[in-house]
T-cell receptor, first 112, second 115 residues
């Protein structure tokens, strides 16, 4: 199956804990993105990466960190500095030929 | 700065009705792309259409049609003869080269189609 794979589907975080959300793609796209979606709201950009070993902050990067060591992988860490982490997190990869974004099925993060 | 506004937060229709989802955008760029995505209850966003700023032709794909009006900065989406399976959240989005090809999303419109 081709596409974007996010895991886990559901994740629970204890206070003060860092957690990492996985995002893997087999589409061979250079650009990858992390979005946060709060209930009843649109998507807000957390971090993006245009190429391996490079990434940039989006609109709401505080309390999050990423890495891009491989083209296929773009994990997102939600650190203890993120005081309101409960949200639905979506990872995407962009086809630079037609500008389409392909999304994963998301991870729902909740705080215990 | 770019901005996308979807004024309708929620729409409820009865099956077989036509429904139009509104999208208004703001950008200073002359070259940009407009998108519509569908988010069913499963959560994954599904691409529906991409339009570039130089192509104002309306498009029809089955029961779906899109009306791009540059003069009013709008890119509205119409579903004809709606079905229960159309129930989802629909997002309009905008990207441009000058904004690093970042997608700016509207707040989404939740469409509920009742049998």
């Amino acid at each position: 199956d081709g596409g974007i794979t996010q895991s886990p589907k559901y994740l629970f975080r204890k206070e003060g804990q860092n957690v990492t959300l996985s995002c893997e793609q087999n589409l061979n796209h250079d650009a990858m993105y992390w979005y946060r979606q709060d209930p009843g709201q649109g998507l807000r950009l957390i971090y993006y990466s245009q190429i391996v070993n490079d990434f940039q902050k989006g609109d709401i990067a505080e309390g999050y960190s990423v890495s891009r060591e491989k083209k296929e992988s773009f994990p997102l860490t939600v650190t203890s500095a993120q005081k309101n982490p409960t949200a639905f997190y979506l990872c995407a990869a962009r086809d630079t030929y037609n500008e389409k974004l392909f999304f994963g099925s998301g991870t729902q993060l909740s705080v215990l | 700065a770019q901005k996308v506004t979807q004024a309708q937060t929620e729409i409820s229709v009865v099956e077989k009705e036509d429904v139009t989802l509104d999208c208004v955008y703001e950008t200073r760029d002359t070259t940009y792309y407009l998108f519509w995505y569908k988010q069913p209850p499963s959560g994954e966003l599904v691409f529906l259409i991409r339009r570039n700023s130089f192509d104002e032709q309306n498009e029809i794909s089955g029961r779906y049609s899109w009306n791009f009006q540059k003069s009013t900065s709008s890119f509205n989406f119409t579903i004809t003869a709606s079905q229960v399976v159309d129930s989802a959240v629909y997002f309009c989005a905008l990207s441009s080269n000058n904004a690093g090809n970042m997608l700016t999303f509207g707040g989404g419109t939740r469409l509920m189609v009742k049998p």
